[in-house]
Structures are given as structure tokens and as C-alpha cells.
């Protein structure tokens, strides 16, 4: 009968491999002292410190693995959701122009869209749940949210306040009323997302990356859409830079992800109004 194949050979060259060696000569022979609590006990002090050891050294790499994972399903989504909202535009019933399902008004003669069409988590039109009458205001910000024409749901290209809707020549914000109330909309979410968190970094290795991209998509995102981060603060990019290192780094997502959320939302958040004080609408 083959012998089973030394679980140590299933480990990397190098100290990982050593440590898997010595750990497995150490476990006592079953046959003749079968495991009780003394002997489990005796070995636990031992076996608890090189799986940490192992833990750690194993951590970094299946983080990145998982991100590269979870980036190219994002990326595969992202393009099937574009390419079937462009499929299901709509023609207007007024002047037969096309249009994205998503957007309230006609870009080209304002007639209102009677049936639009709510956005999925990525920011494309879903194809069935209607906005209703009195949820249309909300569907303005967070069409603002995702870096659309308010008016008509047009995807901007520029990550500038300063730039007009190709389709309707509407100005991305109407003025400082606008500012509030998109501000307002945002920080709404600002603690059932710090709870999120705080919940999600608790869990090993997936945790962080799922908190990093949910804080990142609800709180960053609305803000940083508008705004090219490395040219406007020294700070955001340190910012950027601790979100990313924190996902390697085992055991600092149950402290750190929360507080760097909190930090990032401020953040982005002054740095957005400050861009907007300076905004001129009466020139749009």
C-alpha cells in the first residue's frame, strides 16, 4: 500500500516548509499514546504559535489572489451591465429621441421619462424596477452618485465639477442648494456603512477587502468621482494607499478599516465642498 504523501511537501520552500516539518514531527505517534486533553493541552501552546506564524505569513498572498478574483468579476459585471443598458435604451415618446432608461428627462426635448428606471449597485439602469413619482428627487442624487446627468442619465466622462452633459448641456450641479442636498444624501449613509465595517472587518482575509470596497463605492466614490485624487491632496493619496495596505496586513482591518473610513469620508467630503465653494454656477 503507497504511503500517504507527506502533508509538509504540500508546503512552500523555505521557513513555512521548515516550520510545517518540525510542527508534524512533534505530534505524538496516535497508535501507541492516542490523544487526550493532557496530551492536546501539552501541544496546544506549541501549535496555536506556528499557525499564527503561518497565518501570517499566508495572508498576504491569498488577499491579493482573492483581489485579482473578485477585480476581474467586478470588471466582467461592469461591462455586461453597460453593454445591456446600451441594448435597452429607450426611444422618447415626444421627439423619437434615444435615450438611457435611467434618466428622467428627454436630453433633447425635456419630455419626462414616464417609466425610469432605478440604478443596480454598479450605476447602470435596471430593467424592471421602475423609480417611483415621489422617489424621483432621490434618483437625481444618486444618479450625481455614480457620475450621471441628472437630467437624463447621460454618463459623464470628466472627473471635474466643471463640465456640462454631452447629450442635455445641463451643469453637473445646479447650485449651492444642489450641493446640500446631494451632501445630505450622501451622509445618510455615512453609519449604517461605518457598521458595516466594523462587522465585516471581524471576518479573516475577505473582510477587509469587502469593507474596503463597500465605504469605498457608498461614502469615496460620490465624492472622488469628481475630483482626480492624485492631483488634489497629499493626503488622499496617503489615504489610498493605507485602504489597499490594510487589506495585507492581517488583524488591522477589525481597528483600522473603520477608523480609515471615517478618515477617508471627511476627507473626500471637505475636500468636495471646498472644490465647490469655489464652484461658479452662474457660469453653467
Not at 48 to 56: G, H
Amino acid at each position: 500500500m503507497r504511503e500517504p504523501y507527506p502533508i509538509q511537501q504540500w508546503l512552500p520552500a523555505g521557513p513555512l516548509r521548515d516550520m510545517g516539518e518540525r510542527y508534524v514531527s512533534q505530534l505524538p505517534d496516535v497508535e501507541q499514546n492516542p490523544i487526550r486533553p493532557e496530551s492536546l493541552m501539552h501541544h496546544s501552546d506549541h501549535s496555536w504559535s506556528e499557525y499564527l506564524v503561518a497565518y501570517s505569513l499566508l495572508y498576504p498572498g491569498v488577499v491579493i489572489l482573492l483581489a485579482i478574483l473578485g477585480g476581474a468579476g467586478m470588471w466582467a459585471m461592469f461591462h455586461f451591465c453597460k453593454r445591456r443598458e446600451y441594448r435597452h435604451r429607450i426611444v422618447c415618446p415626444e421627439c423619437g429621441t434615444v435615450m438611457y432608461p435611467c434618466g428622467l428627462h428627454c436630453p433633447k426635448c425635456g419630455a419626462p421619462n414616464p417609466f425610469p428606471r432605478a440604478l443596480n449597485w454598479l450605476g447602470y439602469s435596471r430593467l424592471r424596477k421602475v423609480v417611483p413619482e415621489s422617489g424621483r428627487i432621490r434618483h437625481e442624487e444618486a444618479l450625481r452618485s455614480f457620475r450621471r446627468c441628472f437630467y437624463c442619465g447621460e454618463p459623464l466622462k470628466e472627473p471635474t465639477l466643471l463640465q456640462k452633459c454631452p447629450a442635455c448641456g445641463k451643469a453637473v450641479l445646479q447650485g449651492e442648494r444642489s450641493v446640500d442636498i446631494y451632501d445630505t444624501y450622501i451622509s445618510r449613509r455615512t453609519w449604517w456603512t461605518f457598521g458595516a465595517v466594523v462587522f465585516l472587518g471581524i471576518i479573516p482575509i475577505l473582510g477587509p477587502l469587502l469593507a474596503s470596497s463597500l465605504y469605498k463605492r457608498t461614502l469615496i466614490d460620490p465624492y472622488s468621482l469628481y475630483m482626480t485624487v492624485f492631483r488634489e491632496s497629499f493626503l488622499m493619496v496617503f489615504l489610498f494607499l493605507c485602504r489597499h495596505l490594510f487589506r495585507l496586513l492581517p488583524f488591522i482591518g477589525i481597528i483600522g478599516m473603520p477608523i480609515l473610513c471615517l478618515t477617508e469620508y471627511h476627507v473626500y467630503r471637505r475636500m468636495f465642498l471646498w472644490k465647490t465653494e469655489k464652484y461658479e454656477f452662474g457660469e453653467n
